[in-house]
């Protein structure tokens, strides 16, 4: 459990790494580990977590992750990619969408559904995110939507 899955098919290789960087991002989630979820990230990269905490520059992500990973039973994602563009040669956004299925579940939970945002920046041969956004997906007062969405993602598990 913890998929992530593509929507439509990749363009082309630069297109594939920034979709393998997503998923290797939700991966080092999943497992725990802050150190290899920090390791995708720009020395200079940005989060904003799904409360609206920040966590400025990698060695924060890390030292922020490694603390909610010892203190908090986490949760595990599954995603999907709804698209790349590119902002420049070397820039790229990519959108997507989340669900956690809480520690000890084996459903998602609605109410943590999120819209995911990443930046990611090109150095030399590899991409490197330097923001991540996550963003509670809870369209407020619209029922139908986030029914949507949560099927969408439960079709994952």
Do not use: K
Request: proline share 4%; net charge negative; charged share 20%.
């Amino acid at each position: 459990m913890g998929a992530s899955v593509d929507g439509p098919a990749a363009a082309g290789p630069e297109e594939t790494a920034i979709r393998a960087l997503y998923h290797c991002l939700l991966a080092a989630w999943n497992a725990r580990d802050a150190s290899a979820y920090a390791a995708h990230f720009d020395e200079a990269a940005e989060v904003v977590g799904f409360d609206g905490s920040q966590m400025d520059g990698r060695a924060a992500i890390e030292r922020t992750l490694a603390r909610i990973f010892a203190d908090h039973a986490t949760g595990r994602y599954v995603g999907i990619v709804r698209g790349v563009g590119w902002l420049a040669p070397e820039v790229a956004l990519l959108r997507a969408v989340a669900g956690i299925m809480p520690a000890g579940a084996t459903d998602i939970s609605p109410a943590v559904n999120a819209v995911q945002t990443l930046v990611a920046v090109r150095h030399g041969d590899a991409w490197r995110i330097a923001l991540f956004q996550n963003t509670p997906a809870q369209f407020h007062g619209r029922p139908d939507l986030a029914e949507v969405l949560t099927q969408e993602l439960r079709a994952l598990l």
